[in-house]
T-cell receptor, first 116, second 116 residues
């Protein structure tokens, strides 16, 4: 069964460093998303991406964040200058909402980011 | 206002018994999708079941069923014949298909413990 994959599974970084989180969405999906989950808290939407541009972003997704689809398979989230409060699990998701009934967003296994 | 409310922070169930996890939602969008995800201790988000707002019948997927009561705005998850591997965090979630953009909104989750 097709699935979303994410690398790395864990990332430890120093405050102020840049990190890039990588995702490979399900191959026939057209919409891509990033969410984050701070330890013990809700899953929060960050950004959605379609047709090579951001379609929606939350207030969390400030200028420190950027997303890119550098090729036909990868989808990346970059945090330019990490802060302690960026420590969280980051989930990539993808969907194919063009198919009736297929509104589901399928999530990857997550990248656990720890900023020291 | 909370869009998704899960009032049970934790639930216990005996192995092989059924359990209901509560979820209420709030939306004025007539077209929406409701989802349940499972998050085991390893952290990944596993899609379980989907219910569309216009679906006439309650969704079922194996041992999972969604008790959809539209007038009450509730979408409870029923797990039949609980197994030890069902111990996890369970999130109810919603997408508002006309007004909500692309994001999925999550509840705070219910942690389920299955006892042997």
């Amino acid at each position: 069964e097709p699935e979303v994959t994410q690398t790395p599974s864990h990332q430890v970084t120093q405050m102020g460093q840049e990190v890039i989180l990588r995702c490979v969405p399900i191959s026939n999906h057209l919409y891509f998303y990033w969410y984050r989950q701070i330890l013990g808290q809700k899953v929060e939407f960050l950004v959605s991406f379609y047709n090579n541009e951001i379609s929606e972003k939350s207030e969390i997704f400030d200028d420190q964040f950027s997303v890119e689809r550098p090729d036909g398979s990868n989808f990346t989230l970059k945090i330019r200058s990490t802060k302690l409060e960026d420590s969280a699990m980051y989930f990539c998701a993808s969907s194919d909402p063009g198919t009736p009934g297929e509104e589901t967003q399928y999530f990857g296994p997550g990248t656990r980011l720890l900023v020291l | 206002a909370q869009k998704i409310t899960q009032t049970q922070p934790g639930m216990f169930v005996q192995e092989k018994e059924a359990v209901t996890l509560d979820c209420t939602y709030d939306t004025s969008d007539p077209s929406y999708g409701l989802f349940w995800y499972k998050q085991p201790s390893s952290g990944e988000m596993i899609f379980l079941i989907y219910q569309g707002s216009y679906d006439q019948q309650n969704a079922t997927e194996g041992r999972y069923s969604l008790n959809f009561q539209k007038a009450r705005k509730s979408a409870n998850l029923v797990i039949s014949a609980s197994q030890l591997g069902d111990s996890a965090m369970y999130f109810c979630a919603m997408r508002e298909l006309n007004t909500g953009g692309f994001k999925t909104i999550f509840g705070a989750g219910t942690r389920l413990f299955v006892k042997a």
